[in-house]
Every structure is written in structure tokens, then in C-alpha cells.
């Protein structure tokens, strides 16, 4: 009974429209009234306790950084930069989107955040330049993805809290992942660009070029440094890091680059908070769902089920993969770690897989999601910058998604890839 009315309100108030967030509140909140063996205050109170813990702190704090940093002009000295390093190779702005995305996702931990800052000065500049416009904007949403994979990452902090996995070793366990990532990007539009003969620069950097774009983009390069550096010497936890992170993006853009104004701060906290908020509110209001689903020995339920399908671990990888693949295409990643991950990954974690390789895997399923149609939120962000329909962008967009698809299965069956950095400084292993 209460696992068939979560089921149908959700389903329901889903299917007509209703935010993710309130469609969790919403099945929840039946539950407690249709079936009156709960009291109502259970709601408020599994709210208030999911959303009631410290390493939540990261999430308002890492956007609150990037929204500084955004603001201060680093994505533009980001892109100038890394235009001076692959500019000259065949779709040259192509190349400098990805690496501007692995550099920015150093910062911002956000794969929304980071289609909109780069969307919005590199399409139009790559439409100027002869590429299709469904081809850019297939760019920008493809290379948003290395958001949440490049450390830090919101959605990462999300799996490490639902979990209680180390939050620092899921930062470590996407550093060699989201390099790779970003190289096979890189050779998917070059193939293209190729293909469509596309434009580069002329000239190659000097070395003078160089050393002088690294100095404009100091603080996208340093800020990674310091975060990554603090969590590998322990001096620091993911959430202080964070912290560190909001004072130094304050010092780079009110005193080294003196973009950031006072006038700005109301403009950048207002903005935080209600990223914040609907982040938290999803979590608030998963957390009673998944106390729902607990109650019907829903997890162990399921465990039962796969294990008697098959007890090989490569096999059930693979069934988990397709699971979430498809779930990425439908559901918010945060609504779906929180609700799914309780339930699957202790199903491969059993098997003999380590908690932040699945952890790893996890997160990555879901941000493949944010480009697969229909509901990939990176699409609708690049189609709302483009200007284009959600249709022609899912044409351009397959190449993209089959490519991630083929590098997750790789890091999938080969764990060795995403726990070298962990193993090496012994961080959640």
C-alpha cells in the first residue's frame, strides 16, 4: 500500500509538471495522510534531518565561489587562455571550450553553471567563426559534463553524504576520469572539425603568449591547486575547502582583479541561496521518501532481485549502468542519487566493487543523463542560449553521448583508472 501510493503521486504529479522537489514532498506527505498511521510532524522533522548535516555546508559554499570567480572575469581570462594553448588545432574553439570547462569545473563544481558562463560568450563566437550552430551549442552542453566529475563537485557531495563515503576520495577518484573525458572530447570534435573544416588559429603560441595568459587566468589555476592540495595533505576537509574556496575567489576578485564590486554581493548571495535552497530542499524532501522506502525493506528487496538474476559483478554492473542511465534521462541527478543509490550500490558494493568506484560510477551514469534527451537540463541550457529547439540540438548532441557512454563502460570494468589518485594519497580508501 504505501510503496503503490509513493509510486502513483509521484508518477502523477510528475507527469504534470510539478518540480521534482515538491513530487517527492508531495507522494510523502499522501502517505502520511491517506494511510493515518503516521503523524504529520514525521514530514517536517525527516526533512529538517536530511537536510541537517555538516558536510552540506560544501554545496552553498562551492556555488558561492563560482558565482564569485564567474563574476570577476575569470571565465573570460579562462577562455583567452585556453585559446593561447589549442586555439591552433584543427576546431580550435571547439578544443578551447573543453579546456576552458576542465579548468572552470576546477572552480564551480556545476555542470548548469558552467554551460551558461561559457555558452554565452562561445557560441556566438563559434557561430561567427563557421561552425553549425547545433554543432556549438552540442560543445557546450557535452563539455558541461566535466563538471561534476573534475573536482570539486556538488553532486559529488550529494553521493558522499547519502552514502558516507569520503567526499575528499570521490574528489580524487574523478581528477584521471575527467581528463580522459575531456581528451576524447577534444578528439571527437577534431574528427568533426576535420570533417567540416572548421577553423583554427593561424598562428602557435610563443612561449611569451603562454606564460603571459597563465598569468591572467592565476586565479582559475591556482584555486584548483589550493583545494585539491589541501584535501590530498589532509590539511583541510572537502567542506573547509570549500570555505577556502569562497575566500580566495573574495580576494582574486575584489583585490587582484578588481572586477567585483560591493554593489554585486547582494546580487551573487540572493543568487546562491536559492541554488542552495532548491539543492537542499531535494535532498529535505528525498530523505522522507527514502525513510518510506527503508520501512518496506525496499533495498533488500531489490538486492534479492538482481542476485537472483545473476551473482557475476561485471554483469551486474551492467544492469545498474542501464538502470541509471535511463533514470538520468528523466530525473534530477540529486533526486536520483538520493533515492537510488541507498538501494543499488550496496548491490555492487557486495560484489566485491569498492564504495568510491561505485560512487564514481554512480555520479557519472547520472551526469551522462544531463545531456540525454528528453530531459537533459545541459540541452535546455544550451538550447535557451542558441536559441534553437530541443529537437534539432538531440540530433547533434548522439556523437556526444554515445562517446561518454563508451568511456564510462571503460571506467566501469577497469576501477584501477579512478582509484590510482585515492590509493596513492590513501583518501577514503
Not at 301 to 306: H, I
Request: proline share 5%; net charge positive; glycine share 8%.
Amino acid at each position: 500500500m504505501v510503496l503503490l501510493l509513493l509510486g502513483t503521486v509521484f508518477v502523477i504529479s510528475l507527469i504534470i509538471g510539478i518540480p521534482i522537489a515538491f513530487c517527492l514532498g508531495l507522494c510523502s506527505l499522501a502517505v502520511v495522510l491517506i494511510k493515518g498511521e503516521y503523524s504529520i510532524v514525521l514530514v517536517a522533522q525527516k526533512i529538517f534531518n536530511g537536510m541537517d548535516m555538516f558536510s552540506l555546508m560544501a554545496i552553498p559554499l562551492f556555488i558561492l565561489s563560482g558565482d564569485l570567480m564567474n563574476l570577476g572575469g575569470v571565465t573570460d581570462r579562462l577562455i583567452k587562455f585556453s585559446n593561447i594553448l589549442v586555439g591552433h588545432i584543427r576546431g580550435g574553439l571547439g578544443h578551447t571550450l573543453v579546456v576552458a570547462e576542465m579548468l572552470l569545473s576546477g572552480i564551480t563544481g556545476s555542470a548548469v553553471a558552467d554551460a551558461s558562463a561559457l555558452g554565452t560568450v562561445l557560441i556566438p563566437s563559434m557561430t561567427k567563426e563557421g561552425y553549425d550552430l547545433d554543432f556549438s551549442t552540442a560543445v557546450v552542453a557535452s563539455a558541461a559534463t566535466l563538471g561534476p566529475i573534475i573536482p570539486p563537485s556538488i553532486t559529488m557531495v550529494v553521493y558522499g553524504v547519502t552514502m558516507n563515503v569520503s567526499i575528499g576520495g570521490l574528489f580524487l577518484a574523478g581528477l584521471i576520469p575527467g581528463v580522459i573525458m575531456g581528451l576524447s572530447m577534444m578528439a571527437l570534435i577534431y574528427y568533426y572539425a576535420r570533417k567540416k573544416n572548421y577553423p583554427k588559429n593561424e598562428r602557435r603560441p610563443t612561449l611569451r603568449q603562454v606564460v603571459k595568459g597563465s598569468r591572467e587566468a592565476v586565479a582559475a589555476l591556482v584555486l584548483p591547486v589550493i583545494i585539491l592540495g589541501g584535501i590530498m595533505s589532509g590539511v583541510f576537509t572537502a567542506t573547509e575547502a570549500a570555505a577556502i574556496a569562497v575566500f580566495f575567489a573574495f580576494i582574486f576578485g575584489f583585490f587582484v582583479f578588481k572586477t567585483l564590486k560591493v554593489k554585486d554581493i547582494p546580487r551573487i548571495l540572493v543568487n546562491c541561496a536559492i541554488t542552495s535552497s532548491v539543492i537542499m530542499f531535494i535532498i529535505g524532501t528525498a530523505n522522507i521518501t527514502l525513510w518510506f522506502l527503508a520501512t518496506q525493506q525496499v533495498p533488500e528487496k531489490v538486492a534479492s532481485f538482481f542476485l537472483s538474476i545473476t551473482n557475476n559483478p561485471y554483469l551486474l554492473m551492467f544492469i545498474i549502468n542501464i538502470l541509471l542511465l535511463i533514470t538520468g534521462c528523466f530525473m534530477e541527478t540529486g533526486a536520483a542519487i538520493i533515492l537510488f543509490a541507498p538501494i543499488l550500490a550496496p548491490i555492487l558494493i557486495n560484489v566485491g566493487f569498492h564504495p568510491l568506484h561505485v560512487g564514481f560510477i554512480f555520479v557519472f551514469n547520472l551526469v551522462v543523463g544531463m545531456i540525454t534527451p528528453p530531459v537533459g537540463i545541459c540541452l535546455f541550457v544550451g538550447c535557451s542560449i542558441a536559441k534553437i529547439s530541443i529537437e534539432r540540438l538531440s540530433k547533434t548532441i548522439w556523437p556526444f553521448v554515445i562517446l561518454l557512454i563508451g568511456v564510462l563502460l571503460i571506467f566501469a570494468y577497469f576501477p584501477s583508472i579512478s582509484m590510482i589518485v585515492p590509493k596513492i594519497f590513501k583518501i577514503g580508501v
